[in-house]
């Protein structure tokens, strides 16, 4: 898709109760844990979810992540970068996707695979309904809690993290941190023949302030990343023989006013 093709626009109405609701324990605690049947009526309020099931199909096309070579075959994923933006003149905010990029982190926040260009294969449900939903819904709450920004930078990231009996799968295998940006969507797609998988929320003094398991599908973690550090214990197979694994969409969002 081209730099100039619009992947979502502005919603006529925002839903400010529903904003409100989410912004509340982000401004409080620097997170919030929502249930899945609560996100899923959130975000619909914020467009479609028509496609939904070929949208969570896509998580069984997903290449192994190369990079984890040396520390296991665990981890499949796909990755996209887009260009959120509110005018200056209307206020109206909309969503482009740009050219297919590298995902970079620095040392300082992945001490496993920081200061390498790591290129992913793209997401391809990118034009969706679903995708631009979540997008949606993102950029009208992140949006909210710093009116003060025109254009972020959003990467967005399909993993599955398989387990096997000989081999636990690793959510986070770069431990507890931040990632970076300043706010983490954390959405759970499915969860099959998969036991654990706690996601720890930490002060950046690693006091633990909340621990929760995303259990069913729509499960979600907002997390305002400049402010506590998360991670997510290895997940195991409950039955041995059967095939084992955790999928999600993880959506950051970074300020990037220099553009």
Not at 26 to 38: P, R, S
Not at 163 to 170: K, L, N, P
Request: with cysteine; glycine share 6%.
């Amino acid at each position: 898709m081209s730099r100039d093709a619009c992947l979502c626009c502005v919603v006529p109405n925002r839903p400010s109760s529903t904003l409100q609701r989410l912004s509340a324990p982000l401004i409080a605690d620097g997170f919030a844990h929502v249930n899945g049947a609560q996100m899923h009526a959130d975000l619909e309020r914020f467009g479609s979810l028509d496609d939904w099931d070929r949208f969570a199909g896509s998580w069984n096309d997903l290449a192994f992540d190369s990079y984890l070579a040396n520390h296991g075959r665990y981890r499949r994923r796909r990755h996209a970068v887009f260009v959120a933006e509110q005018s200056r003149l209307d206020g109206e905010r909309s969503i482009t996707r740009a050219a297919h990029q590298p995902h970079y982190q620095s040392r300082e926040y992945n001490a496993l695979q920081g200061g390498i260009e790591r290129w992913f294969e793209p997401i391809t449900a990118g034009d969706g309904a679903s995708l631009r939903t979540i997008l949606r819904f993102c950029h009208e709450l992140f949006g909210e809690l710093a009116a003060d920004v025109r254009t972020w930078r959003v990467e967005s990231h399909q993993f599955r993290i398989e387990a096997r009996a000989d081999e636990a799968g690793q959510p986070t295998p770069e431990g507890v941190h931040r990632d970076g940006v300043d706010y983490v969507l954390v959405l759970l797609i499915q969860r099959t023949n998969i036991a654990r998988g706690t996601t720890t929320i930490h002060a950046n003094d690693g006091r633990l302030l909340g621990s929760f398991t995303l259990a069913q599908p729509f499960d979600a973690a907002l997390v305002d990343d400049a402010r506590v550090h998360h991670g997510v214990t290895p997940v195991e197979p409950k039955e041995a023989t059967l095939p084992a694994y955790r999928d999600v969409l993880v959506v950051t969002f970074k300020r990037d006013d220099v553009r």
